[in-house]
């Protein structure tokens, strides 16, 4: 891409804050940006090659939205928890392995998509984000839902197609998840923990596509207690 190209694209920038580059075949994150950290509010750099989101991604106090699916990132800067403001990152289809901990630092985080990444365990650190709706996990490696996972704030938790074969009970105990997505993953019926039909707040749970049947989940303790959930959330929106 020429700088002319470039210089055209921050310009427009500088006035209305977004950034917008994808697709480009950009294998860093362009210094051009630099200039910009307290106008821009949006930067979207999906579908180019960029390895590594440098240290200075910290300097954009105003961004309330980064967005690089599809690019090459292994890992991310710890000072990505400067970013006081963001409320969605979405790093769909990289090759992280494992998030800094300086994650739990994004208190105004709404959004964290990961799916698509390379990684193995259900990341710790996220229960300070108070805020956060949904946490996308999809298409990873993961084996283990961990206790730890009671603390999450997350609305939906989507976990489709990973490795999963144990789902800790304590993830009944999420204060405010609705929705819970483990279609594609290990799950014999007995690894279903029945609290999640008893006593959480759940009125979504998809299983398809484990080592069981979806009709045998029918036959558990509290499936009648969850299907009053289902029911009476589908005639919300009927």
Known sequence: MGNSALKSHLETSQKTGVFQLTGKGLQEF??????????LRTVDLSGNKIELLPAAVGNFLQL????LNCNRLTCLPGEIGKLKKLETLSLNGNRIQQLPPTMGQLKALRSLSLA???????P???ATLRHLDLLDLSR??????PPGVCELQAIEINLNQNQISVLSAEVSRCPRLKVLRLEENCLELSSIPLSILNDSHVSLFSVEGNLFEVKNLRDLEGYDK?????????KKFV
Not at 30 to 39: G, I
Not at 64 to 67: D, F, I, N, R
Request: glycine letters at 6%; a neutral charge; charged letters at 20%.
């Open 116 to 122: 698509g990444n390379q990684i193995s365990e259900f």
């Open 140 to 145: 990873n490696q993961i084996h283990i839902v």
């Open 226 to 234: 969850y299907m009053e959930r289902f029911t009476a959330t589908r």
């Open 124 to 126: 710790p650190g996220l």
């Open 30 to 39: 362009p210094d051009e940006l630099q200039r910009l950290t307290c106008n």
């Open 64 to 67: 309330k939205s980064l967005t």
